[in-house]
């Protein structure tokens, strides 16, 4: 099984490194919540996928067994075509996963179903979609104060994010993510849903710009 995924792995880095697209396809077999999925391949072999870009509920957390019935619904028994992306620690392949044409990724987001994963996503097209299901309320914005799952997997709030780390968030203040490269303002969602490491924090926004920021593109206005 390591062997396998080694070749794997070395197959994936080979063709990323020719700038060719990998794409596996297959039927989904199973969906363990809402965004990690198993599809059986015309080899008869399986891949578990982690959809790219974005975050689901945990499966003991608010909204995680509605975000699992949601993908079951877009995908389970169903034919789905994966642009991979990446391979994650776990040995899972990361990509974006298409069930019947329908991208898995953006639509889990708009259903409110997903948060955009700060930090890793590539398309910031997802923060608009986010963005509208935010103001239409879907499925976890309900919630006064949804918790994203890669705080709460750490056992933290959105309020104690915030001032862990010497990041206690200051009124006004700019806080840049450095991996994304892209920063926030105080009413902004990502605000206080970064991890305390990756946040730079500057005084103004022209600050931030100077520094090769963009603006997040949930921010409002």
């Known amino acids: 099984m390591k062997k396998s995924l080694t070749v794997f792995v070395v197959v994936l880095n080979?063709?990323?490194?020719?700038?060719?697209?990998?794409?596996?396809?297959?039927k989904v077999v199973n969906i363990a919540d809402g965004d990690t999925l198993t599809i059986l391949q015309h080899d008869k072999t399986q891949k578990r996928i982690?959809?790219?870009?974005?975050?689901?509920?945990?499966?003991?957390?608010?909204?995680?067994?509605?975000?699992?019935?949601?993908l079951i619904q877009l995908c389970g028994g169903r034919n789905a075509v994966v642009q991979v992306q990446d391979i994650d620690r776990y040995g899972r392949v990361v990509g974006r996963v298409s069930c019947n044409g329908v991208d898995t990724t953006a639509e889990q987001v708009r259903r409110g179903m997903a948060w955009v994963y700060d930090g890793y996503a590539k398309d910031k097209s997802l923060y608009e979609v986010q963005s509208q299901a935010k103001k239409a309320r879907k499925g976890l914005w309900a919630d006064a104060s949804p918790v994203p799952p890669?705080?709460?997997?750490?056992?933290?709030?959105?309020?104690?994010?915030?001032?862990?780390?010497?990041?206690?968030?200051?009124?006004?203040?700019?806080?840049g993510n450095k991996n994304s490269r892209v920063y926030h303002l105080s009413n902004c969602p990502g605000y206080t849903a970064m991890?305390?490491?990756?946040?730079?924090?500057?005084?103004?926004?022209?600050?931030?710009?100077?520094?090769?920021?963009?603006?997040?593109?949930?921010?409002?206005?």
């Open 195 to 221: 991890n305390p490491k990756n946040v730079l924090s500057f005084k103004t926004e022209k600050e931030a710009r100077a520094a090769g920021f963009r603006k997040a593109g949930n921010c409002p206005g």
């Open 150 to 175: 890669w705080l709460w997997r750490k056992g933290q709030t959105t309020a104690q994010a915030a001032t862990q780390s010497g990041s206690k968030a200051v009124s006004g203040e700019v806080r």
């Open 50 to 70: 982690r959809l790219g870009e974005i975050d689901a509920p945990e499966s003991k957390q608010a909204f995680g067994q509605r975000s699992k019935e949601s």
């Open 14 to 26: 080979t063709l990323f490194g020719q700038a060719q697209a990998v794409q596996l396809k297959g």
